[in-house]
């Protein structure tokens, strides 16, 4: 009897954030940011894939909610008509796919249009706040790899493993070429994408940046496995 008292009373005495820890350390959240053509999505998905964990790329949040505009007709720089839009939308995410009406739409998220546009939708405040939302819905119960701008500062600030893969310009230009996923020319994807920083490093809110605790890894001179089993060591820490 007194054995078991004594344990009853250690439980008593833990700290008061003992069991929310505990509860929320249920789910793994692996986080990764970094500008357009750093490799977060290979990598997050090659995780995600290998770790049995769920993707979700936010970034296709956005890309679906520009993608639904375009088809509707919204204007873009009309604030908002877009957030009235994507407080309406109706976006599920299945299978690290994503579904606009529930249409799968994820194989129409990568047009020149599509690039062109997203990221001014994304620079909207409610917008964002709309999106992240809606990420963390999705990541409630589940262990996840999400990537995008703002996971490792403020969508997810206390995920159990935070990343940033940065390269420079000229290798994220050269790697959007060589998947052929554009009809533009080299110079054209490097321009694209050195605005497209600047629009990102800019926003008002959830601006793409490094923040404290977060491992940064330039992948310039690393393929895709190099980079992988980095991470992967890190995780296992």
Same mark, same amino acid.
Request: some cysteine; overall charge negative.
């Given at each position: ?14 700290? $008061?954030?003992?069991? /929310? ?24 998905? *090659?995780?995600?894939?290998? *770790? ?8 296709? %949040?956005?890309?679906? $909610?520009? *993608? ?5 007709? =919204? @204007? ?55 999106? !992240? ?5 999705? /990541?409630?119960?589940?262990?996840? =790899? ?11 600030? !206390? ?29 054209? %994807? ?25 491992? =940064? ?11 992988? @089993?980095?991470?992967?060591?890190? %995780?296992?820490?």
């Amino acid at each position: 009897m007194i054995i078991l008292l004594s344990r009853f009373a250690v439980i008593l005495f833990l700290p $008061l954030d003992y069991f /929310s820890k505990a509860i929320y350390s249920i789910f793994m959240v692996i986080a990764i940011d970094g500008p357009a053509g750093a490799g977060k999505s290979t990598i997050a998905r *090659l995780l995600a894939e290998r *770790l049995h964990l769920t993707y979700i790329n936010s970034g296709n %949040i956005y890309r679906a $909610l520009t *993608l639904g505009c375009l088809k509707k007709g =919204v @204007d873009i720089k009309n604030s908002e008509a877009v957030v009235m839009f994507a407080e309406q939308a109706n976006i599920t995410y299945g299978d690290g796919e994503i579904f606009l009406d529930r249409e799968n739409v994820d194989a129409l998220l990568h047009s020149d249009e599509i690039d062109k546009n997203s990221p001014l939708l994304s620079a909207i405040i409610p917008i964002r706040r709309v999106v !992240n939302e809606l990420v963390r819905k999705i /990541s409630k119960d589940i262990d996840v =790899v999400v990537e995008g701008r703002d996971m490792t500062s403020v969508v997810f600030p !206390n995920a159990d493993h935070r990343f940033y893969l940065d390269a420079s310009i000229e290798t994220r230009a050269r790697r959007r070429f060589e998947q052929s996923v554009s009809g533009l020319s080299l110079e054209e %994807i490097a321009a694209a994408i050195q605005k497209r920083d600047e629009i990102d490093r800019n926003k008002a809110e959830g601006s793409l940046k490094i923040v404290d605790g977060v491992i =940064v890894l330039d992948t310039a001179d690393l393929t895709i496995e190099q980079t992988y @089993d980095k991470l992967l060591a890190y %995780i296992r820490l």
